[in-house]
């Protein structure tokens, strides 16, 4: 069986974009592209979770044979398409970027300075993105995830500055949470695979329990 047929017996259909054409694309037909993929990945995320799985569950047993209690087909095949949909999320991202640069710099073709700052601070951060990178395994009582109103399986899209393209296997969060010890952080969480919610996160040691965010966070 191909891998197309299988996405299509998931009822999942694979999205192939040729890269050479839709660099002639103008900036809203590149956006609309773009949260298109984004819906698409977090279908497909939703999917992996009604499987009781995510990108790094293992499906073989210890000696070498898929595991029973999962359906490994359906998992190899939703996770293949997650890494062709983060790639072509990534290269729209960078097409985005190059789009707007080219902006910037014909509508400030007068002034050198301003076409090097706006280039300067222009990066994916600055670039929408809804996808989830990570989810809320658990909430501790009275910790600060539980006093900002998080809940258990709210997906993460924004922790501050970070986001599924730059948060390094969650490393970044752990910096940015320590660097900003009683100090408010601002997050963007995904509810119920279609509640945007936005949310303010103060990290902090005053609570009864462990850690700075009395939360478990998981990488999806």
Known sequence: MSFEQGMKNLNLN???????????????KLNEIKIKI???????FDKLTNLKCDMNTPVLTFDGFPRSDID????????TQINRLRNDHKEILDLIQ?????????????????INNKNNNIDDNNIESNIPFAIIDEVFEN????????????KLIKFGSINVTNHSNLQKISTLITNNINKPIKIKILRNSSDLIDLELIPTSNWPGKGLLGCKITQI
């Open 14 to 28: 694979t999205i192939d974009y040729d890269i050479n054409e839709i660099k002639n694309y103008d900036l809203n």
């Open 38 to 44: 984004e819906l698409n990945l977090s279908n497909l």
């Open 72 to 79: 490994v087909v359906q998992v190899r095949l939703i996770r």
């Open 98 to 114: 190059m789009k707007l640069l080219d902006h910037f710099s014909k509508d400030n073709n007068n002034n050198n300075n301003k």
């Open 143 to 154: 910790g600060p995830a539980f006093n900002s109103n998080l809940l258990k399986n709210d």
